[in-house]
Each structure stands twice: as structure tokens, then as C-alpha cells.
């Protein structure tokens, strides 16, 4: 259990100067205590408003907690927990605020060994990592999660930023003990590595970018997003389920394989409405990761569907000289698997596998 550092202060309250009140109200947030809260605001004069303001804004005013809680489901045991952040907001008016948003996150956790972080895409889940946990458990600790929104995982109100949901994973990480990971992702999953490698990269063993691209949306792709959100809030999500499946996948998965094409049209109708908007609207708002590529500096396999319309082979070479370009690792290596789109760990399991299973073997202990 964590000791309360401003206990003191709680003790001594009528004695606070406005840096010591802005502490105990951040305390409060951190350790979900409201008596504490009323206590870090009772008699502070509206004056001091301002000030206070600008002592929390110079504290850190996120926390985040964490509970486990395990079900089990056919035998397989998949585990959820619930993040809870805490935002402490002082406005110049003395008017406070504490909002609590909690949701609980589902993943699944198999293997022991270095730990592999499996991030989905758009609007998938969990269940696109299938055949990566079943090949890779045996001598890894695999973690597959949905993120939120998404799969088994609550929904909150949108948008969800990509820092949003790369905090998210931290704070999975952290809750599960894992130090560090190699994070391997499709799609906006690998716009939400760049987004973690960002914030923590201590955290990062690898990264395995597949099927993404490290650029923000073109203006025309944020309006296409805007309007796609507006077409998801009138009508559901079937529509565009069924106007995607033929971008996600290539020409000949579509025609050889419809197994794969039932299973991702599933993937994507379990995503909430809400989680669906709250997605385009983060998509929609993120930044180029360009310049963030260029501070790698851990091995990095990039892969990419030779028919993967939405980010087709040269973006992926693009990421790739993004990383050369930093100087900070050579170990980047790029493959380019035939005959699939933007599908690959489904599309071409074994392919996909076969590379994982050689990048992993290489990284150093």
C-alpha cells in the first residue's frame, strides 16, 4: 500500500501556505480521499485563485489506480482491470473540480518469459493477435489487449487521444510488474506506440510497427474522419464496418479466405459506438511521429501488406528512414509480406509468425 506523503499537512491544515494546499489538493486527488480535497479548498479567499492555479499547474496532476480483476472464460483466463484518472482542475474563479473517469480494460495474458505487448488497430480487438499468442506463448509472456472502447473494454467519452491510450497500456504495464516490453502493433495501435515511445521509452525493450504509418492526417482525411463520426452517430457502425472490409483486406483474402473476412467483420462490430467516435476523433487530432521515429533508438521491425491500400508500402519504407535518419539504432529491418493488405497477422499468420519468432530470438537480453 502507498504512504500518503501529505498526511502532515492533512493534520495541519489551517496552517497551509498555497503551495502546501496545492500539494494536499493534488494528495487528495492521488489518494481518492474527499475529506482531504474539502480540507486543500476550505478558506483559500478567491484572490488566491490564480496562484494556487499556478502551483498545481507546476505539480504533477494525473494520477492513475489501478485493480486487478480476473474472470475466467472457457477455460482461458482473460483479465480486465479498471483505471481510474484523477484530474484535479482550479479554474481563476475558485470553482473546483474532480472528475473521476474509470473503465475497466480487457486483455489477455499468456506465457511466461520477456513480455510482448500486442496493440490492435482500428476498430478491432484483442482477437486479431489470436494466432501471435497461440505461436509465441510457449516461450514469451504475451499480453493482448483491447483497447478502450474497443473489444471487451469499457467505452469513456471521446476523443481518445493516442497519449490517452499509450498511458492506458503504461499503466497496464505497470499494474502487471512489466518493466519493460517489446510493444508490437497494427494500424492506430502503431500510432499509439509512437505515442508511448513518446512518453516511455525506458519502458521499450522493441517495437514491431506493422501495417501503419508514422505521418498525422492530410486535411482531407480529418474531414473524411469528421464525417465518418457523423455518419457512426446517426447510423450505427454496421455501414462502415461493411464500406472498410474491403480496404482492410486484399483482393485475394477476400476471394480465398472467408474465414478471415468473418472473423475481422466481428473484431469490428464488438467496438461501442462511443469507442468508435472516441477513436476517429484521436486519430483525427495526432501528430506527425515523424520526428519521433528519429529519437529510436531499440530494434525495430517494420512490416507491411504489399496490397495494404490504406498504408501501403512506401510509408513503411518512410518509417524506416525516419529511423536510419536518427542515428540512433541500425537494427531496423523492413519486410514487405505478398499477396495481403493491411491485415497481415491474419491475413498471412505463419509469414507473420516466422518473423516475429526470428526478431524476437535476436534482441539482445
Not at 518512410?318 to 529491418?333: E, N, W
Request: charged residues 20%.
Amino acid at each position: 500500500m502507498r504512504r500518503n506523503p501529505f498526511t502532515r499537512l492533512k493534520r495541519q491544515a489551517e496552517k497551509l501556505d498555497l503551495y502546501e494546499r496545492a500539494q494536499l489538493f493534488l494528495s487528495s486527488v492521488y489518494y481518492c480521499d474527499e475529506e482531504m480535497i474539502d480540507m486543500a479548498m476550505s478558506g483559500c479567499p478567491p484572490k488566491d485563485a490564480i496562484e494556487l492555479h499556478c502551483h498545481l499547474n507546476a505539480l504533477i496532476y494525473v494520477a492513475s489506480f489501478v485493480v486487478i480483476r480476473m474472470t475466467a472464460y472457457e477455460s482461458n483466463f482473460y483479465t480486465s482491470y479498471t483505471i481510474a484518472s484523477h484530474l484535479a482542475v482550479i479554474d481563476p474563479d475558485h470553482k473546483a473540480a474532480h472528475c473521476t473517469e474509470e473503465f475497466g480494460m480487457h486483455y489477455e495474458d499468456q506465457g511466461q518469459g520477456p513480455a510482448v505487448l500486442f496493440v490492435h488497430g482500428f476498430p478491432l480487438d484483442h482477437t486479431l493477435w489470436t494466432h501471435q499468442i497461440e505461436a509465441l506463448s510457449d516461450a514469451y509472456r504475451v499480453i493482448a489487449v483491447d483497447l478502450r472502447g474497443h473489444g471487451q473494454s469499457e467505452a469513456t467519452p471521446g476523443p481518445y487521444s493516442m497519449a490517452t491510450l499509450a498511458d492506458d497500456l503504461h499503466g497496464l504495464l505497470q499494474a502487471l510488474e512489466v518493466e519493460r516490453a517489446t510493444l508490437a502493433a497494427l494500424s492506430m495501435g502503431g500510432y499509439v506506440l509512437m505515442a508511448f515511445w513518446r512518453a516511455y521509452p525506458q519502458s521499450v525493450r522493441a517495437l514491431v510497427l506493422t501495417d501503419t504509418r508514422a505521418g498525422a492526417d492530410t486535411p482531407e482525411g480529418r474531414q473524411k474522419r469528421k464525417e465518418t463520426v457523423e455518419q457512426v452517430r446517426a447510423e450505427g457502425t454496421e455501414d462502415v464496418i461493411e464500406g472498410m472490409l474491403p480496404r482492410l483486406l486484399s483482393r485475394t483474402t477476400m476471394r480465398d479466405k472467408p474465414e478471415v473476412v468473418a472473423h475481422t467483420r466481428e473484431m469490428m462490430a464488438r467496438a461501442s459506438v462511443e469507442g468508435v467516435i472516441g477513436a476517429l476523433q484521436g486519430m483525427a487530432a495526432r501528430p506527425d511521429s515523424t520526428p519521433t521515429l528519429k529519437t529510436v533508438s531499440v530494434p525495430t521491425l517494420i512490416v507491411v501488406g504489399e496490397q495494404d491500400v490504406i498504408t501501403p508500402p512506401d510509408t513503411a519504407q518512410a518509417m524506416q528512414d525516419a529511423i536510419l535518419t536518427g542515428g540512433r539504432t541500425t537494427q531496423v529491418k523492413l519486410v514487405q509480406v505478398p499477396d495481403v493488405g493491411h491485415m497481415v497477422p491474419i491475413e498471412a499468420p505463419e509469414t507473420y509468425n516466422q518473423l516475429l519468432r526470428g526478431f524476437l530470438g535476436d534482441l539482445p537480453d
